[in-house]
C-alpha cells in the first residue's frame, strides 16, 4: 500500500489549492481515505476523511464549508479542494488509508495504517 500526496504549494490568503493523493497498492473503493495536516511544533490533525463508499465525510470544524475531499474510484485518487484559504492552514498535509471506518474516529491519526509523505501547503502574503 503506497499514497503519494501532491498539489500543495505557495498561495496567498483567500486563494484556493487542491491536493490529490494517489493510490497504488489498494483501491480507493475498499478503504477509508483521509486527509491530515501538521503545522510547525503542532501535532498531527485530522481536515477530512471519506468511506470506501464514498457516501460518508467528515471535516474538521475549521475547514468545513471551505474544504471538499471527493475521490475518482477510476483513476485511484482521493482530492482535497480546498477554498478561501488562511495563514492558519499552512501547514504539510498527509493522506491516509485504513480498510477500515470508524465514524467520526476516522479524523483521528491513530485510524490510519498506511500513510503517504506530505505536501507543504502555505498560506501567505
Known amino acids: 500500500v503506497q499514497l503519494q500526496a501532491s498539489g500543495g504549494g505557495l498561495v496567498q490568503p483567500g486563494g484556493s489549492l487542491i491536493l490529490s493523493c494517489e493510490a497504488s497498492g489498494f483501491t480507493v473503493d475498499r478503504y477509508a481515505v483521509g486527509w491530515f495536516r501538521q503545522a510547525p511544533g503542532k501535532e498531527r490533525e485530522g481536515v477530512s476523511c471519506?468511506?470506501?463508499?464514498?457516501?460518508?465525510?467528515y471535516y474538521a470544524e475549521s475547514v468545513r464549508g471551505r474544504f471538499t475531499i471527493s475521490r475518482d474510484s477510476a483513476k485511484n485518487m482521493v482530492y482535497l479542494q480546498m477554498k478561501s484559504l488562511k495563514p492558519e492552514d499552512t501547514a504539510v498535509y498527509y493522506c491516509?488509508?485504513?480498510?477500515?471506518?470508524?465514524?467520526?474516529?476516522?479524523?483521528?491519526?491513530?485510524?490510519?495504517?498506511?500513510w503517504g509523505q506530505g505536501t507543504l501547503v502555505t498560506v501567505s502574503s
Open positions: 491516509g488509508s485504513a480498510p477500515s471506518w470508524y465514524g467520526p474516529a476516522s479524523l483521528k491519526a491513530f485510524s490510519y495504517e498506511y
Open positions: 471519506i468511506n470506501s463508499s464514498g457516501r460518508t465525510t
